[in-house]
DNA sequence: GGTAGCAGCCTCACCCGTTG
DNA sequence: CAACGGGTGAGGCTGCTACC
């Protein structure tokens, strides 16, 4: 069963005859007769009841008619949303993002973009880079905003903007009015770390460890929030954290 | 006057050989 | 090996004509 074939169906009901069906969808008149001969070779039906000039729908003509029109009316809100997909308008974006990029700096940006685009659907998924970059190797997510994937992921990466790494400490801290404070500074001090999965983790630690700093503390935070409140609750006598 | 059937034309997809 | 062009067949449409 074709589509043409239920909008000539539907129209010869609503002209009244194949030669008004014809005149009004531009085909000739046997068009009209093949296309509905097709559809009852198809469906093992009669649709119409010929007498002479006379015409009228069978019981499954009126049945076919009961359900053409909302076919047809699916099928063209189909080709229309197929068409928006094709535009750019409409569909669905898996997005992930790694802390605290998500929190700080997307909200702003996913509100503008919804209002640009408000048939899209976005799901955002957020997590460390070691749990949102597998997610976008694996095609479960579309894209995502992350630190710069290890070589043999076989993933793109565009730099978008640099983040500052900067150290957290108490106000009165004997290193929080250090001008400048060096990464030697940091030696003996206690670190709270992110956890291993953060993309910021292993700049960290490179650093560190290239001025002789050990930055294990055996104390890793899967959580921004909770590394600034625990620096806050001054975590013993000497508190670091290594954030952004 | 309206519908059905048939022959012919047109378009398009597919296949295959040729060419660079 | 990829691109191009010609041949072929299928599908769709039209115009004409017969039939009711």
């Given at each position: 069963m074709e589509l043409r074939q239920l909008e000539t169906f539907l129209t010869i009901v609503r002209e009244g005859s194949f030669v008004k069906a014809a005149e009004k969808l531009q085909y000739a008149q046997s068009t009209i007769t093949i296309h509905i001969q097709q559809l009852e070779a198809e469906l093992g039906v009669k649709l119409f009841a010929r007498q002479g000039k006379q015409m009228q729908l069978t019981e499954a003509g009126k049945a076919l008619w009961e359900q053409a029109d909302a076919l047809r009316q699916r099928a063209v809100a189909l080709q229309q949303a197929m068409q928006e997909i094709i535009a750019g308008d409409a569909g669905h974006i898996r997005l992930?993002?790694?802390?605290?990029?998500?929190?700080?700096?997307?909200?702003?940006?996913?509100?503008?973009?919804?209002?640009?685009?408000?048939?899209?659907?976005?799901?955002?998924?957020?997590?460390?880079?070691?749990?949102?970059?597998?997610?976008?190797?694996?095609?479960?997510?579309?894209?995502?905003?992350?630190?710069?994937?290890?070589?043999?992921?076989?993933?793109?990466?565009?730099?978008?903007?640099?983040?500052?790494?900067?150290?957290?400490?108490?106000?009165?801290?004997?290193?929080?009015?250090?001008?400048?404070?060096?990464?030697?500074?940091?030696?003996?001090q206690r670190i709270l770390l992110t956890d291993r999965g953060c993309g910021y983790r292993a700049v960290v630690e490179k650093a560190l460890l290239s001025q002789g700093v050990n930055p294990f503390s055996g104390i890793e935070m899967g959580s921004i929030e909770v590394i600034k409140q625990a620096v806050q609750g001054k975590w013993g006598s000497r508190c670091f954290q290594v954030l952004q």
């Amino acid at each position: 069963m074709e589509l043409r074939q239920l909008e000539t169906f539907l129209t010869i009901v609503r002209e009244g005859s194949f030669v008004k069906a014809a005149e009004k969808l531009q085909y000739a008149q046997s068009t009209i007769t093949i296309h509905i001969q097709q559809l009852e070779a198809e469906l093992g039906v009669k649709l119409f009841a010929r007498q002479g000039k006379q015409m009228q729908l069978t019981e499954a003509g009126k049945a076919l008619w009961e359900q053409a029109d909302a076919l047809r009316q699916r099928a063209v809100a189909l080709q229309q949303a197929m068409q928006e997909i094709i535009a750019g308008d409409a569909g669905h974006i898996r997005l992930g993002a790694i802390e605290p990029t998500a929190s700080l700096r997307l909200a702003p940006l996913l509100i503008a973009f919804s209002h640009e685009f408000p048939k899209l659907q976005l799901t955002l998924e957020v997590g460390n880079a070691a749990m949102v970059n597998p997610r976008v190797s694996s095609g479960d997510l579309d894209f995502a905003i992350s630190s710069p994937p290890e070589s043999h992921t076989g993933l793109a990466f565009e730099p978008l903007f640099f983040e500052a790494l900067s150290i957290l400490l108490p106000e009165h801290h004997p290193l929080a009015h250090k001008e400048p404070l060096e990464a030697a500074d940091l030696k003996g001090q206690r670190i709270l770390l992110t956890d291993r999965g953060c993309g910021y983790r292993a700049v960290v630690e490179k650093a560190l460890l290239s001025q002789g700093v050990n930055p294990f503390s055996g104390i890793e935070m899967g959580s921004i929030e909770v590394i600034k409140q625990a620096v806050q609750g001054k975590w013993g006598s000497r508190c670091f954290q290594v954030l952004q």
